[in-house]
């Protein structure tokens, strides 16, 4: 199943794909969020859309968040080998874990904002993880059953507040709309293979980033059990598992960054695609 949350931003409904049509399930779902994945409401919506009577959505409405703000967004950082080698990183020997805040989160194709002061404003296609159960101690055994789905994410990046204004990369990372999540959530049944998806990102049409998650340095259960020996995954979490090589830090012979005006679309197979186009800062968003 797919699942997407569509309407004005604060007003979002639940809805799902079907046959590439949107529909809207407010009739038989809250909201996606931490109460509906924590049970077995997929299932239940999965068997109620069989008989319900949904209302078609119009497929220009302005698509939200994929997901209702969770209690948190953990990252991986420098989960492929590409990526770790252009930032002159070493290799991690455990995963790197910080954290964004849930405030950045906007839906799939809203308008990127340039932070005030910003001079290195950065992209990263990644994939995302759902949690769908409650996940404490989890073994990697049982990681995958602790999954809700997937999702796309851009996991925006301000390169000098992360790397050169001292502390935790969280300053860099949770500028007001650096957390584009969507277009839907897909079941883990929509996806044959987590380990084998292209991810890719266009600057203004330019292709810089083309990867596969066959890629990872640590793979989606690992990261799950591990992440999980630290705090407690809630239902409606995620984790977002980093990204490969081509981000503005990495660009050869020196590094660039977005502009106002500048488009970035993005995709992952499976998961769709998503397009902000950058606009600069000009008070309270």
């Known amino acids: 199943m797919k699942l997407i949350r569509f309407g004005e931003a604060g007003f979002e409904k639940p809805g799902v ?70 930032t002159n ?62 999702v796309l994410h851009n996991d925006y990046s301000e390169r000098e507040f992360q790397l050169e204004r001292n502390g935790q990369w969280v300053k860099g990372k949770s500028c007001d709309t650096f957390a584009p999540i969507g277009p839907f959530i897909a079941t883990p049944d929509e996806i044959s293979d987590v380990h084998n998806l292209r991810l890719w990102l266009t600057v203004n049409g330019k292709t810089l980033q083309d990867g596969n998650t066959s890629n990872l340095i640590f793979n989606v259960p690992f990261m799950v059990s591990y992440i999980s020996q630290f705090m407690t995954l809630l239902p409606g979490d995620v984790i977002t598992t980093g990204t490969p090589a081509g981000v503005g830090l990495g660009q050869k012979p020196e590094p660039w960054y977005l502009k106002p005006g500048d488009v970035v679309e993005l995709g992952i197979n499976g998961l769709g695609s998503s397009k902000q186009v950058v606009k600069a800062y000009k008070g309270n968003i």
């Open 89 to 150: 990183a070493q290799i991690p020997t455990e995963p790197i874990l910080f954290f964004k805040a849930t405030s950045a989160i906007v839906g799939p194709n809203d308008d990127l904002i340039i932070p005030k002061n910003s001079k290195k404003t950065d992209w990263e296609v990644e994939l995302a993880i759902v949690i769908g159960k409650k996940a404490s101690y989890v073994s990697e055994e049982n990681a995958l059953e602790h999954i809700a789905g997937y």
């Open 17 to 86: 794909i079907i046959n590439d049509k949107y529909y809207d399930v407010s009739s038989l779902v809250t909201d996606y969020n931490e109460a509906f994945f924590a049970g077995d409401a997929i299932e239940k919506l999965a068997a109620d859309i069989k008989t319900a009577n949904l209302n078609e959505v119009d497929k220009n409405v302005r698509l939200g968040a994929a997901l209702a703000r969770p209690s948190k967004i953990i990252c991986v950082g420098l989960n492929y080998k590409d990526h770790a080698a252009e």
